[in-house]
């Protein structure tokens, strides 16, 4: 979706079609504009600039505090317009999603048209203001890019036949999953264009990356889908059987958490991102009970225990006897589009806490929200994996 928060602003809003429109978290001119209509950005005014130089850049810019509840209700229309044309493969953040094309869906003439078809969709269903560019390659990562190379409204194709060519005009920071550190390291190592970048071997990426996703990033950007990285791997759970002293709600809630730090620390450290979280439990003499929820992509530990939390309050009655927690819809990180929604801070804080409880031990940091659950997960092997020897 292009500029969408300041998009839906303008379809709840008439008055403010057509005028340059910032998003902020509050009025303040010490805080910064989170999304910015195309009216604005011809001012100069983008993602990130202080709401007092945007002012300057634009003195008819009208700043409105953004409303979440709004665009996730948006988001869920959206979703339901594209469903209605294709299938929705991914939903990768709240103004981001990737579909599968099948068969004859293959077809560029073909593929052409349903874009049209699903920009025209949103457009009657959801709201006149509501644009979207679309992009369409070989895999899910340059069908990404594509879609960022022409905006707003804009559909572009990147076929097998047009790599490398295709990539050549980009910088190395439009690759997604680099960021401003990423570039400077490359950038010290005399790789300052994406032809310099696609003249590297898979070792070599892997090298200025530090990293398996440099390697990972070489296959995708010749258009090549990691198939094996994304299916051998469908889930991580842990499960539990719970102590005699701890089979009552509150007893299987501090296990739940546990099992839940647990699975996010294994999602981190095996590279990927979770688009969904489900937990069950099976009861003394009783079936089991499950209940599973779709997330926005995340590595976020306090993410997946808010979800457990919630889905937890609909359990049935009865004697808990033993508890589980599966993380679903795998993403590698080199496939991960960041949402708006993330907190950076929160981010580097969680990769701050992975290192620092591999260098001196496990949980020698931890969450407060697992404080009440140390030592109460022992080692498990389990018969289709063996654990490593720090996931205790």
């Known amino acids: 979706m292009n500029s969408y928060f300041a998009s839906v602003e303008q379809e709840l809003d008439p008055a403010l079609r057509g005028k340059p429109v910032a998003v902020v978290p509050l009025l303040a001119d010490s805080t910064c504009c989170i999304a910015v209509s195309y009216e604005g950005k011809a001012f100069g005014v983008k993602t990130g600039t202080l709401v007092g130089e945007a002012r300057r ?124 550190k990423m570039e400077a390291r490359l950038n010290a190592q005399g790789l300052h264009t994406l032809q310099q970048l696609l003249a590297l071997t898979p070792e070599e990426m892997r090298k200025a990356w530090n990293s398996v996703s440099g390697e990972e990033m070489w296959h995708l950007l010749r258009g090549e889908q990691l198939v094996e990285r994304v299916s051998e791997q469908k889930s991580i759970s842990h499960s539990h059987v719970l102590p005699p002293e701890l089979r009552n709600k509150a007893g299987a809630m501090r296990i739940l958490k546990k099992l839940t730090d647990k699975a996010a620390t294994r999602l981190r450290k095996e590279g990927f991102f979770a688009s969904g979280i489900q ?73 701050t806490l992975d290192k620092l409880n591999e260098k001196f031990g496990k949980d020698i940091l931890h969450y407060g929200a697992t404080h009440e659950s140390a030592g109460l997960v022992p080692l498990r092997i389990a018969f289709t994996r063996i654990p490593e020897a720090d996931e205790g």
């Not at 077809?107 to 457009?123: F, G, H, P, Q």
């Not at 879609?147 to 036949?161: A, E, H, L, S």
């Not at 889905?311 to 009865?318: C, D, T, V, Y």
Request: aromatic share 8%; with cysteine; hydrophobic share 40%.
């Open 57 to 180: 850049l634009c003195p008819a810019m009208k700043f409105i505090v953004g409303d979440h509840v709004n665009y996730v209700n948006y988001h869920n229309k959206i979703v339901e317009a594209v469903e209605s044309c294709v299938p929705v493969d991914s939903v990768c953040s709240i103004d981001e999603m990737a579909c599968r094309l099948t068969g004859y869906q293959q077809d560029v003439k073909v593929a052409a048209d349903l874009a049209a078809k699903i920009k025209a969709v949103i457009r009657g269903t959801v709201g006149s203001s509501l644009r979207c560019s679309i992009g369409l390659g070989p895999n899910r990562y340059l069908a990404k890019i594509a879609g960022d190379m022409k905006k707003p409204d804009g559909f572009t194709v990147i076929r097998p036949c047009d790599l490398p060519q295709a990539l050549y005009s980009l910088k190395v920071r439009d690759l997604t999953g680099v960021g401003a």
């Open 279 to 351: 937990i069950y439990a099976r009861f003394t003499g009783q079936d089991g009970w499950q209940a599973r929820c779709n997330l926005m992509e995340t590595q976020d530990t306090l993410a997946f225990i808010d979800a457990i939390k919630a889905l937890w309050k609909e359990i049935p009655a009865g004697q808990v006897f033993a508890v589980g927690v599966a993380l679903y819809g795998l993403v590698p990180e080199a496939y991960h589009a960041p949402s708006l929604f993330e907190d950076q801070r929160r981010c580097q804080l969680t990769r």
